[in-house]
């Protein structure tokens, strides 16, 4: 999302995307194994909350600005695996987004 198109080339994106694919099909696994039924309801709201407070900007220094970043957040109160899953969600969510 901060990077321009055509930056990267095919085998970079390409990489990222298999070794991304992975991580996140065994952190959805080990999110199975270790979460529990009433910690889901938790992960929604963790997540509503980071995509809101990544939606406000604040400005740094000659014109650029920053957001927050949530996945601290929600793999302290998530755990690694949850929080990977969760972000993933979020970023997704904010892609499709105009």
Not at 12 to 26: F, H, I, K, Q, V
Not at 59 to 64: K, S
């Amino acid at each position: 999302m901060h990077i321009p198109d055509g930056f990267l080339d095919a085998k970079t994106w390409g990489a990222c995307w298999a070794l991304g694919g992975a991580a996140l099909t065994y952190g959805v696994l080990k999110t199975k194994e270790t979460l529990q039924e009433h910690q889901i309801p938790l992960m929604g709201a963790i997540a509503a909350f980071i995509f809101a407070a990544q939606m406000v900007n604040f400005p740094i220094a000659r014109g650029t600005s920053g957001h927050l970043v949530g996945a601290v957040l929600a793999a302290t109160v998530l755990g690694p695996w949850a929080a990977c899953v969760t972000m993933t969600v979020i970023i997704a969510l904010q892609v499709c987004l105009p």
